[in-house]
């Protein structure tokens, strides 16, 4: 530790006093001295140190702050002291200075180093010994923000507060060298001086040229900026250049100035590239899908604060607004309300907002941005008017022309067109849509030679005039103004002489303006067509001139003559047999039949002598039960014109073998209306028996075939149904009473019969299928269920029904049956559901034994004879079925039922379902039905036990159940009864 200067005083008296000689304390004394002397030297020289480092710390603190604020080196001074640089002022552009000390200068050992150091953020923070210079509380120290460190030596201790001296906390040992110095100043650079400190530090500042150019730079951007938002907006306006002159500053061209039609003068600053060192950011503009325009950042869509993006277009639009400052770029969206940090603007260099401006085309100027966008702009192009109508143009007296006008060129919307005439002319314009319109001019009268002078002006000191004069028309026409024209058309010629342009028009179809021919010498070209009618006509030609249709100058009158025919019959009547006819035609355009389609009981020929033709035609005999028509088309000879009808009426036959034939009941219940139930496609005659028919033709589904009988009181009548009808059905039918018996089944082609007749009340009785009815018939579902008045079936009722598969519930509820014949199957051999065919009749008392016997496919008989009157069941009545399965509830409620055949079953040996097949039968008191095996009777209980035998049941649940059969307990106890 360096002794204070009282103490060293006090010690050389205390020598002195005690040293025996004085020449020896002199000499001792002056030593002391000289080393009081160079102590006190080295006190100054660290109080020298100390002003030295903090007087540097304050320049840097100085030096960051410019750097922060974009100041400028406006000069570098050299400090140098016998040869040696002590140290630079650097004079900044605001009036400012800063001194830093040459590292050169200090000697080699230092004292505590202070520096600064830039961290990712870009702001400068403190550095002690090159580490980071922390307040109490561990917070680097921003140099920004006020905060200025300040070194003391004391006691041989270096120490630094943060406080502005409040407090101290040592930091290294104390000696006169170090504290805050530069290893280099680079001024080579015009653009910016390069300091590195000592601690390797190296801060570059811009100079104050730099500096100027900088600024320029930000101004021509912003300025870019503004103009390019008043191009795009120029662009959506339809504006246009008038004109582009260099823009100068200071006497050199620095960009150009383009004056716009309605948004006025544009400065556009040309390319150039931006200070050493700096960057521009990467604006430009980009058409969204919406068709607005939008600020673009670097390729991307420049987002505001609420991140949307930026519009340039539009009464919303605006323009980025940029400035330089913490040697970065900062842009604002609200004309500097706010700013937002776009990045640093010491980067690689670029070449601006434009990458180029192409003035060498006439018509347009392009601007090409930095990321690529192309803008072009149109030039203006001097206007020019167009009039529809020659120099010298013919007019009558008192005639109105129209003469359409149109401006083109870049100024056209606000270009002004006006007219004025000789003084006898009246002349009126009359503006259209942009840049276009008409000229009204009407001629005096008398009529004398004139002109009018038409002029345009767009507005911005252009203007241009024409003259169109005017002449007397002139018009001769040959030949008589009625035109005779032969009935069979052709080429009318109408020729004219005239001095002005003729249009000709006409008020007949039939009457073509080919063309209108118009020198000194014209023709009017007519085609006339063929008159396809039996009377002649008469048209009119009128002749106008050339754009003005409503002055009629001439009209001309067309007299065609009528072609010829006439007919010696247009009605046949034939008889059901039959015949042969003969009518004779007289036409001057040719004769050619056409039978309709679908008519093949008619033929004919044709005989040619001359204009007359003989025509005949043969009638095949009817066989069907209604009446049927035709009517022949008597066409021209190449069939495109009728001319002519012939309508064959031929009566209708007796009843054939493939109508149906009803007898029905008409009557207060049905109102005296009777319905029928035909469905889907149908072609069918109805001859109702009373005079009446109809022919369906179309398919029936919302409307029902009906007829109303004209009587008071009751009566039957006897109803026929000829030709086809794809489908019989009764739901949804408005009637049921009225059909009686269905007398005759015949073959409509009927292929789809469920629910025929089903719930018809009145039905009594029905014929068998003899002439294949159900020959495509594959369901009859309900065909006749809930009929209560059917008392009797027919055998062979289904006898063509070989494709029949289901009957279920086909005589369901049918109460007034009390027996079936024979043979009433027949002919259902591929029948299988015969599902609650029966179920329901109460007064069903017994079914033949064979009445299945056709059935060798059936498998299904669910409910089939479910509440019905049964009192017996025959032996064999499933015999010719080895392919029933299903048996549930087959005989469920049957109350009349005594006895049961035990060997009912024996031939079923498929059934896989009895569930409550006896349910109900409260009167069988029998032994169960049961099957021999080896002389062992096997009951249906007991199957499951001969798997050889039988198929093994699966549901049987009460099959017997409140049946009190013989052998109860046994069923019982296997869960069958």
């Known amino acids: 530790m360096t002794p204070k200067p009282h103490y060293l005083l006090l010690f050389v008296w205390l020598c002195a006093f005690f040293l025996p000689s004085c020449n020896g304390v002199e000499g001792d004394i002056k030593g002391l001295q000289e080393q009081l002397d160079a102590h006190e030297r080295e006190i100054q020289a660290l109080k020298d140190a100390v002003r030295e480092i903090n007087e540097g710390i304050r320049s840097l603190q100085d030096i960051i702050e410019e750097l922060r604020t974009d100041g400028a080196v406006a000069s570098v001074i050299r400090d140098e002291q016998d040869g040696k640089l002590r140290g630079c002022t650097l004079a900044f552009g605001d009036g400012r200075s800063a001194y830093l000390r040459s590292a050169a200068y200090v000697q080699e050992e230092t004292a505590p180093q202070i520096g600064v150091r830039s961290d990712t953020d870009g702001g400068y923070y403190w550095t002690l010994g090159g580490e ?72 570059q500042l811009p100079t104050w040229s730099a500096f100027v150019a900088l600024r320029t730079r930000v101004n021509q951007l912003n300025t870019n900026l503004a103009a390019l938002q008043t191009l795009v907006s120029a662009l959506q306006q339809s504006d246009y250049i008038v004109s582009v002159t260099p823009f100068l500053e200071n006497g050199e061209q620095v960009g150009w100035l383009l004056n716009l039609s309605k948004s006025g003068p544009v400065v556009l600053y040309s390319r150039s590239n931006a200070p050493a060192g700096g960057r521009t950011p990467g604006f430009g503009l ?30 919303d639009g605006m323009t980025p607004q ?23 603007a010491v980067e690689e260099s670029d070449a601006g907002l434009f990458r180029e401006i192409d003035l060498s085309s006439s018509v347009s100027v392009s601007l090409v941005l930095s990321d690529g966008t192309q803008l072009v702009i149109p030039r203006y192009r001097p206007i020019e008017l167009i009039l529809d109508v020659a120099e010298e143009t013919p007019i009558q007296a008192g005639e109105t022309l129209q003469i359409p006008y149109r401006v083109v060129g870049e100024g056209k919307s606000d270009a002004l067109v006006s007219a004025a005439s ?22 005096p009268e008398p009529l004398d030679d004139g002109y009018i002078i038409v002029m345009l002006s767009d507005g911005n000191g252009y203007s241009t005039m024409q003259v169109v004069r005017f002449t007397g028309r002139r018009l001769t ?54 008159n396809g009618g039996n009377a002649s006509r008469v048209g009119t030609v009128r002749l106008f001139p050339e754009g003005n249709p409503s002055f009629c100058v001439k009209e001309l009158t067309i007299i065609q003559a009528s072609a010829y025919f006439s007919i010696s019959d247009s009605e046949i009547a034939a008889p059901s047999s039959g015949g042969y006819y003969t009518v004779t035609v007289t036409s001057s ?24 033709y003989t025509l005949r035609l043969t009638v095949a005999s009817n ?21 002519g009808q012939i309508a064959v009426t031929q009566m209708a036959a007796a009843e054939g073998a493939q109508d149906m034939v009803l007898t029905v009941r008409a009557n207060f219940a049905n109102d005296f209306t009777v319905y029928l139930p035909l469905r889907g496609e149908a072609d069918c005659f109805v001859v109702w028996g009373d005079g009446h028919m109809d022919h369906i033709d179309g398919y029936l589904d919302a409307s029902w075939v009906s007829h109303r009988y004209a009587v008071s009181e009751p009566a039957s009548f006897r109803v026929t149904v000829s030709g086809t009808v794809e489908q019989l059905c009764t739901v949804g039918i408005p009637v049921r009473a009225g059909i009686v018996s269905i007398d005759h089944w015949g073959d409509l082609g009927v292929q789809y019969a469920d629910n025929a007749f089903s719930g018809l009340t009145t039905l009594t009785t029905l014929a068998p299928d003899t002439d294949g009815f159900f020959a495509r018939v594959t369901d009859v579902t309900n065909i006749f269920s809930g009929c209560p008045s059917l008392i009797s079936l027919p055998a062979g009722l289904f006898r063509s029904g070989r494709a029949i598969r289901n009957l279920h519930g086909a005589f369901e509820d049918c109460l007034g049956l009390t027996s079936v014949p024979s043979g009433l199957l027949e002919g259902c051999d591929g029948a299988t559901d015969f599902t609650r065919i029966f179920a329901g009749c109460a007064g069903l008392t017994s079914v033949p034994a064979d009445l299945f016997a056709p059935c060798s496919q059936a498998s299904v008989f669910l409910e089939a004879f479910g509440a019905t009157g049964l009192q017996e069941i025959p032996a064999t009545l499933f015999a010719g079925c080895p392919a029933v399965s299903v048996l549930t509830a087959c005989f469920t409620d049957c109350y009349a039922l005594a006895t049961v055949p035990v060997s009912l079953f024996d031939n079923n040996r498929r059934v896989v379902n009895f569930q409550h097949a006896f349910w109900g039968c409260d009167r069988f008191s029998g032994e169960s039905p049961y099957t021999l095996i080896d002389g062992r009777k096997v009951h249906l209980y007991e ?35």
């Open 286 to 315: 980009r058409q969204a899908e919406d068709g607005v325009w939008y600020w673009t950042l670097d390729g991307e869509w420049m987002l505001d604060d609420a991140g949307q993006k930026v519009r340039a277009s539009g009464a």
């Open 322 to 344: 940029l400035k330089i400052e913490d040697r970065s770029w900062w842009v604002s969206y609200d004309n500097g309300g706010n700013w937002t940090r776009l990045g640093p």
């Open 623 to 643: 066989h069907a039960g209604a009446e049927r028509q035709a009517v022949i088309s008597v066409l021209t000879a190449d069939g495109a014109t009728l001319q």
């Open 422 to 443: 000789d003084g006898h002319f009246l002349v009126r314009v009359e503006p259209g849509d942009t840049g276009s319109g008409r000229i009204l001019v009407t001629s």
């Open 943 to 977: 199957r499951k036990d001969y798997p050889d035998q039988f198929f093994s049941p699966i549901s049987f649940e009460a099959c017997f159940g409140n049946c009190p059969i013989e052998d109860r307990d046994a069923a019982l106890a296997l869960g069958w009864w």
């Open 132 to 203: 980071w210079l922390l307040s109490a509380d561990g917070a680097r120290l921003d140099v920004a923000g006020g905060v200025e460190p300040r070194l003391r030596a004391e006691d041989g201790t270096w120490s630094v507060s943060v406080d502005g001296g409040e407090t101290w906390r040592p930091t290294a040992q104390a000696s006169a060298r170090g504290g805050v110095s530069f290893q280099n100043v680079d001024t080579s650079h015009p653009d910016y001086v390069v300091i590195t400190l000592s601690d390797g530090t190296v801060l």
């Open 589 to 612: 355009r040719g004769c050619v039949l056409r039978i309709p389609d679908g008519c093949d009981w008619v033929s004919s020929s044709v005989e040619a002598s001359g204009e007359t």
């Open 477 to 530: 026409f040959s030949g008589e103004p009625v035109r005779q024209v032969d009935w069979t058309g052709g080429t009318v010629l109408l020729p004219f002489s005239a001095n002005y342009a003729l249009t000709a028009s006409t008020d007949a179809d039939w009457i073509h303006i080919v063309r209108t021919r118009s020198d000194m010498t014209g023709t009017v070209e007519l085609a006339v067509d063929r």
